[in-house]
């Protein structure tokens, strides 16, 4: 069983987005996937209250700081949504469940400073723990000069970067009925989809 925790202490930059597309995406390929949510907000159990009964399934892993436990028995993957601001104590105790940390950080300057501390900081708990740590890129246009310099900072860190997701409605108007796009005709979501395969298969190495 793999636990894999989403996390980044600065808030809006897409943390529930990729929690939730990541186990939507692991339980179309018919795993049995959990997820938890430890986001005051609970926007990631939100989502999963909304999702349709004909959708792939993806178990609730109830969970409250300090107070973590361990992921429901009989499931192959486990997907951790963090709240903005997870620094010490609670960051610790996080990295401890996890298999591999995936960093979602926005091309604007003011992300990239906010996020660095943290990444130097998961990079010695990296060394640490033996933790696999990658970012993601989102709300990425790839034809522009805040795009490039994302590019250049995460170059900069010595982290793997797996791929940029575009900033698309799909990811809005699926959310709000409990899906993904994994979970729709492959011809509405194309462009999406291949963005996700270098994700995927990170997860799977």
Excluded: C
């Excluded at 349709?52 to 949504?81: E, F």
């Excluded at 609670?90 to 400073?113: C, E, N």
């Excluded at 997701?165 to 979501?189: E, I, K, M, S, W």
Aim: proline residues 7%.
């Amino acid at each position: 069983m793999s636990v894999f925790v989403v996390a980044n202490p600065k808030g809006g930059v897409g943390k529930s987005t990729l929690s939730t597309q990541l186990a939507g995406g692991l339980a179309v390929r018919g795993q049995a996937v959990a997820l938890g949510d430890l986001d005051p907000q609970q926007s990631a159990q939100l989502w999963l209250g909304l999702r349709p009964p004909q959708a792939a399934a993806i178990q609730p892993w109830p969970v409250t700081p300090g107070a973590l436990g361990r992921p429901p028995k009989g499931v192959d993957h486990a997907v951790l949504d963090t709240p903005a601001g997870l620094s010490g104590g609670d960051l610790k105790d996080v990295l401890k469940q996890a298999d591999k940390v995936i960093v979602p950080l926005q091309p604007s300057v003011f992300d990239l400073y906010a996020t660095r501390a943290f990444l130097d900081q998961l990079a010695g708990m990296k060394r640490a723990q033996g933790v696999d740590i990658a970012i993601v890129g989102m709300r990425v246009d790839e034809r522009t000069i805040a795009a490039d310099r994302l590019r250049e900072f995460v170059d900069s860190l010595g982290l793997p970067y797996l791929t940029d997701l575009r900033n698309t409605q799909n990811y809005v108007h699926l959310a709000a009925q409990g899906l993904t796009v994994f979970d729709v005709a492959p011809g509405r979501v194309e462009k999406d989809l291949q963005q996700w395969q270098p994700v995927l298969a990170w997860l799977d190495a």
